[in-house]
């Protein structure tokens, strides 16, 4: 299978793999180092708000010129911001205190450049294997992601800032620099074919809008998604709180429990096919819908450790399905 799909591809896989090892590093090292400076719930939620509100503001936008662009370019351009940027807040923290503000503006930059690199990965994965093969190609970024960003990167981050607050960070940027050179190694261009009559920006956004909403499925899934994901964010934004105040774990233990969360949505992505045959598509979104739902609402209520990581598995597994 992996010859099938070819070289250019597996270039692709590996530079996901190791850039979203670098995201799994980044989602337990950067909440820690905002509480390491403050325990204000407010003030380390705001660090989630501005690395996601990149995606609010400007992910309608980005979709639409990253169809005007080269693919492959924007990826690069996107992993090298990144690269330095991170790494600057590495070295900072080297040397010494960082003010929260500044944590907060690094935060907003690195979430704006994921939404250029993230929408360009999904939007150049067709040019790069045959339409038979896109779902096994899928499968394979998204378990590979799992792995990276939510399995191994968690604990391993959580390991590096132990030794040091900085070093986490200046591994991200490595890992960064390392993608940025895989998928500069993808042979071609990666430009989407358009029209001499090219619409504008906004006129492109409208017309995608305007098909979504018409959409009957994909608009109830939209708005559905919407609503998790919000909640869902909220909870990412303060749980490193929950984890060292109330279950009681240091550093290393809350990246062991966000570990869970990872090894949940990788075990979900082995059962998603057989449980959406057996219980057909309806009633497995219920059903995992309804998984989430008890999940939060077990963890919420505990306090213990290896509850709070088995409904942190829950989580993820419902996630993936």
Do not use: C
Not at 4 to 22: C, H, P, V
Not at 55 to 73: E, I, N, T
Not at 100 to 122: K, M, W
Not at 158 to 167: E, Q, W
């Amino acid at each position: 299978m992996s010859q099938r799909l070819g070289s250019r591809f597996t270039k692709l896989w590996a530079a996901s793999g190791i850039s979203n090892l670098g995201d799994g590093i980044m989602t337990v090292a950067f909440p820690l180092v905002v509480a390491s400076i403050t325990r204000d719930p407010l003030l380390v939620a705001g660090a989630t708000v501005a690395n996601r509100i990149p995606w609010l503001l400007f992910a309608l936008p980005v979709g639409a010129l990253v169809d005007r662009l080269d693919r492959k370019r924007v990826m690069i351009a996107a992993d090298g911001f990144r690269a330095v940027v991170v790494s600057v807040l590495g070295l900072m923290l080297l040397s010494g205190d960082v003010a929260l503000p500044v944590i907060y503006l690094i935060g907003f930059l690195l979430g704006l450049a994921e939404t250029f690199f993230d929408t360009s990965s999904e939007a150049i994965l067709p040019a790069l294997v045959p339409s038979d093969l896109l779902p096994s190609a899928n499968g394979r970024l998204q378990a590979t992601e799992w792995i990276g960003n939510a399995f191994v990167g968690p604990p391993f981050g959580a390991f590096l800032f132990a030794v040091t607050a900085g070093l986490p960070f200046l591994v991200d940027g490595g890992t960064f620099v390392v993608a940025a050179l895989l998928v500069a190694m993808l042979g071609g261009t990666y430009r989407a074919e358009r029209s001499h009559s090219e619409a504008t920006l906004r006129a492109e956004i409208g017309e995608g809008l305007r098909w979504l909403w018409g959409h009957t499925v994909l608009r109830t899934l939209s708005i559905m998604a919407g609503i998790t994901n919000m909640l869902g964010f909220g909870i990412l934004a303060i749980i490193v709180l929950f984890i060292q105040d109330i279950v009681g774990l240091g550093d290393v233990g809350f990246g062991l429990i966000m570990s869970a969360l990872g090894l949940g949505g990788f075990l979900g992505a082995f059962v998603s096919g057989r449980t959406v045959r057996r219980l057909g598509p309806g009633t497995t979104l219920l059903a995992t819908v309804g998984l989430g739902a008890v999940s939060g609402l077990v963890r919420g209520a505990t306090s213990e450790a290896w509850l709070v990581a088995v409904t942190a598995g829950a989580y993820g597994l419902s996630i993936t399905v």
